[in-house]
């Protein structure tokens, strides 16, 4: 089996905000295009979107921090017989504690589930209250079909083998991998709770669209290119075909 690789192309039209997006598709063993516009992060971006990505409070304080930079998905029971689909590429990111669990995650995120600074971020907010504080864009998606691959997500991502195995084999063989940039808003957004948000399923409407101005990347274009060419170097040496 082959990988899938897609890499998103942003551009942008400065005077009206306006983002749009192409997609370009490449089947081929591991070879990526780099060939993408990348924004000066020294600038703030202006972000606004009425999608948010439900996510294990664990994992969205992993991107908050600049730890990781990926997301691995597969699916929940109420997103169809498709499964997940990474369909937004600009979202805020969602904190959940629902089928999140300590076992699930590796070594190094069982160590940064303990740091105290990490375990006071995760305290949940007041009953009835969400609070979205960071919006990511989706800079790289890759369809993982390779299932000895998996092993080298781990320095990438704090999930456990185990679970990135269950995961992989959930319906049908197979992940999505998304590189994700993570962009910290200057004022967070609060939301009331409402039933519309719950169940097994990724992506959720919020009201109405929220912008983010003067939101900041948690890493410096540096620090990110350099995760994303080692994400992108391991694998494709590492894929057969």
Not at 21 to 32: D, E, L
């Amino acid at each position: 089996m082959k990988t899938s690789v897609y890499c998103i192309q942003r551009h942008r039209e400065i005077n009206s905000r306006i983002q749009h997006y192409s997609v370009n598709q490449q089947v081929a063993g591991m070879k990526f295009d780099h060939e993408r516009e990348t924004e000066l992060t020294s600038v703030p971006a202006q972000l606004e979107t009425d999608i948010a990505l439900k996510e294990w409070a664990i994992l969205c304080a992993a991107l908050a921090s600049g730890k990781q930079t990926i997301l691995v998905r597969k699916g929940g029971i109420a997103e169809g017989p498709d499964g997940f689909q990474p369909e937004h590429p600009t979202f805020w990111l969602f904190p959940t504690n629902f089928h999140q669990a300590e076992t699930a995650l590796n070594n190094d995120g069982k160590a940064f589930l303990s740091h105290p600074d990490i375990k006071s971020n995760l305290t949940p907010p007041p009953a009835e209250q969400i609070v979205l504080k960071h919006v990511g864009q989706i800079e790289q998606i890759i369809r993982l079909e390779q299932e000895s691959l998996l092993p080298f997500l781990n320095t990438f991502q704090l999930l456990s083998p185990e679970t990135l195995s269950n995961r992989f084999h959930y319906k049908e063989p197979g992940l999505w991998v998304m590189v994700v940039r993570i962009y910290q808003a200057q004022d967070p957004i609060v939301i009331p709770d409402s039933p519309h948000f719950t169940g097994c399923r990724s992506w959720v409407d919020l009201p109405r669209p929220y912008s983010s101005p003067q939101a900041e990347p948690v890493l410096s274009e540096e620090e990110f290119q350099d995760q994303v060419r080692k994400l992108n170097s391991v694998l494709s040496e590492n894929a057969i075909g």
